[in-house]
């Protein structure tokens, strides 16, 4: 890792037996190389839309998914962790995050002390959406 660089780890709950054996999107955990300058809103953002976009198991009915980021965001119970956005996928739902805090937070600013970020990605199974965001901004 450099000064112009940051690792971010990435990973998600996993939601039935299986769901990551099937290519292209067999690998849950990643890390990418993101420049050292990236808010949070733009790793959002490039986390979720476009061609390089991080895969979220598809779910009958939809699903719901709290990203959470900063040390520790690999376990739903730390106390450091971060939530980020909230995100719906499934038929009728956006697939666009809603933040929770401010986009233009600088990522870095999660990093932990060997200077990567880890993002994890929580399945809440089907629950609401805006009553899931509203709460945790709420929080």
């Known amino acids: ?29 990643q890390m990418r190389a993101v420049r050292g300058d ?3 809103g ?14 979220l198991a598809s779910v009958a ?8 980021g900063g040390p520790g965001a690999e376990r739903p119970d730390a106390d450091r962790a971060v939530a980020l956005a909230v995100v719906a996928e499934g038929p009728g739902r956006s697939g666009e995050p809603q933040l929770l805090g401010d986009p233009d937070l600088a990522l870095s600013c999660l990093a932990g002390a060997d200077g990567s970020v880890q993002f994890s990605f929580r399945y809440l199974l089907n629950a609401d959406p805006q009553e899931t965001w509203r709460r945790l901004r709420e929080g």
């Open 61 to 68: 009915g939809g699903a719901t998914w709290v990203l959470f």
């Open 42 to 55: 733009e790793a959002v953002d490039a986390l979720t839309r476009g061609s390089s976009r991080y895969h």
């Open 38 to 40: 990236i808010t949070v």
């Open 1 to 29: 890792m450099t000064a112009n660089r940051i690792e971010l780890h990435i990973d998600r709950d996993r939601v039935h037996a299986g769901d990551d054996d099937f290519p292209p999107h067999h690998v849950i955990r």
